[in-house]
Every structure is written in C-alpha cells, then in structure tokens.
C-alpha cells in the first residue's frame, strides 16, 4: 500500500487527461482516498497486488451500506474504473470488478420534475411578503435567475457582478460542472430585478464597509451567499405557501420543460443549460412535448370514438 498514493495521483492525472469536470474528479479522489483508508485499516493490512474480489465486495457492502442505489451505482462504476486503470499498469492481472454490477436503476425514478405554474405563482407571492426591502429584491432575483436561466445552485452561488454584461444583456456562467463556459442571453424583466436589486446590494455594502466585494448575491453580513443558503431560503418559501418543493435543482427542469413547451429546440435548451450532450436534455421531452400532444389529436380512433358518442341510441 507504500504506492498507492502515487498511483492515485497518476490515476487523477488520467482522469483530468479525458477532460473530467473538476466536480467529478474531486468525486472519484474522495472515494479513492476513503478506500485507501479503508484498506490501511485492515488487519493485516493487503499488499494492493493481493487485493480481490472478495475484498472489493466487502468495501462495497459497508460503503454503501444503507445508501441509495444510484450510490452503490457510481461507487461501483469508480473502483471498476480504477481496476482498469491498474491492470494497465501491471498492478493487477485481471480487473476483479468487470463482473461486478451494480444495482439495475430504472430510469424513471430519474426523470426530472417540475414545478407547476400555480405553485410558481405562490413562490412569487411569497418572495414580495418578505420582510424588509433587501430580503424581498433579493429573493425575487434569485427566483428570476433560477427559473429564468435554469442556473445550477452552485452556478448562482460563484456569479459575480461582473459576470453581467447589462450592454449585451448577457450572464457569463462558469460552467464548472462540465467544464465549459458559457454566456445565457437574460430577458428584459429579469435584467430589471438586477437593476433593482444592485442599488440596494450597494448600500449593504456600504454599511458592511464592504464595497470591494465581488459576489453577485450577498447575504445580511455583506458576504457571499452561500448554495446551502439559497437552499434554506427557497425551501422557506416553499414552507410559507405550502408548495411541495424537492430541491431547488426542479427550477432548472422546469426552465428546460418550459422552453421546449414554448417552441425552443433542443440544441437552443441544451446551449442555455450548458449540458455537454443533447442527450442530456433530450430527457426533458419525457415531461414536455406539445407536440406530442397534438400528434395523439389526430389519431384515428378519436374519430371512431366520436362517432360511438354522437351516435344516437337505437329505440326499441
């Protein structure tokens, strides 16, 4: 086990190579560095070269003892992963976890959900109840930015305010989840929450004697709001109008549901979203789709029906 931190970092090295976002190669060295702590434990403690299956199973048992089965999914998919890489390096003769699968998902349990337009409405009604002018701008933007743009919680937490280009009405977007850059053009009502919101960002600044800061969204202390603090703040909401809110991460699906509801392509959806692959946002049609819709109107049972209820009924 002398080596095994090197080869993890070469692993890493491999990893960032293929072109993996920093989010999922900070995923795969969390779960190296805790099944490498996991087999210093051991007693005695295994040569790397002697470890097989029997011990990657154990590690999978109690690892994801308890956990979901998209968990136990993605940590057997990261050691499989890693298997591969050390029987290209000579370390193992065989990879012990090809024939080791994870749990079958099924996947309409992953299908995203929306939020329908009269729980939206609550949302609004109760961002404007807030108390105090500050609290009540800065959760409508945060509404209008999540709704507006199908923003990541992450993404909105690292905006700064010279991430908006109010010339070209344009919001840069770091993309770090897939590792790519891009620029969602705001609509004329959202870049008016901004307006109205800035002003009064300004002055908590000014009483924080923190003017220089850079964060787009600042709490009461004049800091960066936090993604866990934008989390509480939508689910208190939610709370007060009695809206059954999952996370704040449904905003994004309803955005991409309700563009291609409005007539937007996918490769338009999947630019704005900043999804690597169409195939991402191809999933969205599951709960979207008018055209769909109108295409089942013009089935030719429809007319067979019709004519079996306007038919008159026979007299004896």
Not at 16 to 34: F, H, K, T, V, W
Not at 143 to 151: D, E, I, K, P, S
Not at 263 to 287: C, D, M, N, W
Request: charged share 25%.
């Amino acid at each position: 086990m002398k080596q095994w931190d090197g080869l993890v970092d070469e692993y890493q090295r491999v990893c960032e190579a293929r072109g993996l976002c920093p989010e999922s190669l900070r995923s795969i060295r969390d779960e190296l560095d805790r099944f490498g702590c996991w087999l210093k434990r051991r007693k005695p403690r295994p040569k790397l070269e002697e470890v097989d299956g029997q011990t990657l199973i154990a590690y999978l048992r109690q690892r994801t003892h308890f956990r979901a089965k998209s968990t136990v999914s993605s940590v057997a998919s990261k050691l499989r992963c890693l298997g591969e890489f050390l029987v290209h390096q000579g370390i193992w003769l065989q990879n012990p976890m090809r024939w080791v699968r994870g749990p079958r998902l099924d996947p309409r349990g992953k299908l995203p959900r929306r939020i329908g337009a009269s729980h939206l409405g609550k949302l609004w009604e109760a961002s404007a109840l807030q108390r105090g002018d500050y609290a009540k701008q800065l959760s409508v933007t945060i509404l209008a930015l999540l709704y507006g743009t199908g923003l990541r919680r992450g993404e909105l937490e690292r905006l700064n305010v010279q991430d908006w280009d109010r010339e070209q009405n344009l919001l840069a977007v770091d993309g770090r989840k897939s590792a790519r850059e891009r620029s969602i053009p705001l609509s004329e009502p959202i870049a008016r929450c901004l307006e109205a919101y800035l002003p009064l960002r300004h002055n908590l600044l000014e009483r924080w004697n923190a003017v220089a800061e850079k964060a787009l969204l600042v709490n009461r202390s004049g800091q960066r709001l936090s993604a866990q603090s934008i989390g509480l703040l939508i689910h208190r909401l939610a709370r007060k109008v009695s809206v059954p809110l999952v996370t704040v991460h449904q905003f994004r699906h309803t955005c991409a549901s309700d563009l291609l509801d409005n007539g937007a392509s996918l490769p338009e959806v999947q630019t704005i979203l900043g999804h690597k692959t169409v195939e991402t946002t191809f999933r969205y049609l599951h709960i979207s789709g008018p055209q769909r819709v109108q295409a089942m109107s013009k089935h030719p049972l429809n007319d067979y029906l019709q004519a079996l209820i306007t038919k008159p009924e026979n007299t004896l």
